[in-house]
């Protein structure tokens, strides 16, 4: 089974940068690594995902490290529209092979 | 409009009632899923289809039922409601699975089972 482990909550002020540690030390050799967020009253929306080496797109940054039990989101300069709860979600065959499996994730706190 | 709607956004049924949740993507995805969140919870996955008239169970589908006549639709049907299928539903959409796609999700149905 493939778990994670997050903070409940981490808090950070505005424009500094976020990073949002992720445990998955049971993650299989195939299975990408997924980040969604929520914000309050909200749908999740997609954030990033990557299987092996550092990703980037225009909302954030993934580290994964070389041994993929662990990755990290960065967010580079945090804004009050950055809170949100942020799940980390590494795909796992007892969800069915094509769902996501959502913990409880971390809920992220900016200040100004 | 665009994008991944769901109607109704708001419902209050009384236990034993039938109740049918709609999910609709303008994208003509081919995989959809219905996923459930209780208060301070992640989401669970209740149903998901591959394809229309393609559909597997998630990890809670007692006392759910769906169905994919068409790839833009996907209802959610409760037939006989209870107090615990009080909820927020979502409904997504990617291109494949998710192992490998982003999920879409829309905005979400709040259901009240009195």
């Known amino acids: 089974d493939a778990k994670t482990t997050q903070p409940n909550s981490m808090e950070s002020n505005e424009e500094e940068p976020v990073h949002l540690p992720c445990n998955h030390s049971t993650i299989s050799g195939t299975d990408y690594i997924h980040w969604y967020r929520q914000l309050p009253s909200q749908g999740p929306e997609y954030v990033i995902h990557g299987l092996t080496s550092n990703v980037n797109n225009r909302m954030a940054s993934l580290a994964i490290a070389e041994d993929r039990k662990s990755s990290t989101l960065i967010l580079h300069r945090a804004t009050l529209r950055d809170a949100a709860v942020y799940y980390c979600?590494?795909?796992?065959?007892?969800?069915?092979?094509?769902?996501?499996?959502f913990g409880k994730g971390t809920h992220l706190i900016i200040q100004p | 409009d665009a994008g991944i709607t769901q109607s109704p956004r708001y419902k209050i049924t009384e236990t034993g009632r039938q109740v049918t949740l709609m999910c609709h993507q303008t994208w003509s995805h081919s995989y959809m899923f219905w996923y459930r969140q209780d208060l301070g919870h992640g989401l669970r996955l209740i149903y998901y289809s591959a394809a229309a008239d393609i559909t597997d169970k998630g990890e809670v589908p007692d006392g759910y039922v769906v169905s994919r006549s068409k790839t833009e639709n996907f209802p959610l049907t409760l037939e006989s409601a209870t107090r615990s299928q009080t909820s927020v539903y979502f409904c997504?959409?990617?291109?494949?699975?998710?192992?490998?796609?982003?999920?879409?999700f829309g905005p979400g149905t709040r259901l009240t089972v009195l």
């Open positions: 997504a959409s990617s291109e494949a699975g998710a192992s490998y796609n982003e999920q879409f």
């Open positions: 979600i590494p795909p796992g065959p007892e969800v069915g092979a094509d769902g996501l499996t």
